[in-house]
């Protein structure tokens, strides 16, 4: 059997931490935004799990972690009425948390996956994807990466075209 070293079992353990740290913000960010002004002010901390996988949205296993120091990332993404994002692929693993309105994520393959407000969702990885915003209101997206650095968190294809 294999031993993990200990200075790789630190690295995991820190990655889950910050990765976990990260969702919970997101996650009140998500409920503040949600809340009804009728509602009565929580008086313990909550916790809602939102997700836990190792399969990314379109049911395909996750890749094992990178070797050497980790890099995370956080992006707060917002997309537009009507807007596409073009063609790409993500070399790294990411997950995030839709905050407000709908994305719906299509898979080269044509498989698609429709994201709902409060939803947490785990892209595909080394898999070419895009993004639409089929709704009337903007999208606002919080997606975490597990990089390392100056590595790509999307590597984009303009020669495939949208449709």
């Known amino acids: 059997m294999k031993t993990m070293n200990s200075k790789k079992l630190w690295l995991m353990v820190v990655t889950a931490i910050v990765a976990i740290c990260a969702t ?12 009804k002004e009728d509602e009565p002010a929580a008086t313990e901390v909550q916790s809602t799990e939102l997700i836990r996988t190792s399969k990314s949205w379109d049911g395909v296993e996750l890749p094992d972690y990178l070797q050497g120091r ?77 990089a390392q650095k100056d590595m790509p968190l999307a590597v984009q294809h303009p020669e495939i075209p949208l449709e």
């Open 24 to 35: 919970m913000v997101v996650m009140e960010a998500c409920e503040k935004a949600n809340a």
């Open 70 to 146: 980790p890099e995370l990332v956080a992006v707060k993404y917002v997309f537009p009425a009507g807007k596409k994002l073009g063609w790409h692929h993500h070399p790294v693993m990411n997950y995030g948390v839709l905050v407000q309105g709908e994305l719906t994520i299509i898979g080269q393959n044509g498989q698609t996956k429709v994201v709902h407000e409060g939803e947490a969702v785990v892209e595909m990885v080394n898999t070419i994807h895009h993004g639409e915003n089929r709704g009337s209101k903007p999208v606002i997206l919080y997606m975490f990466y597990l």
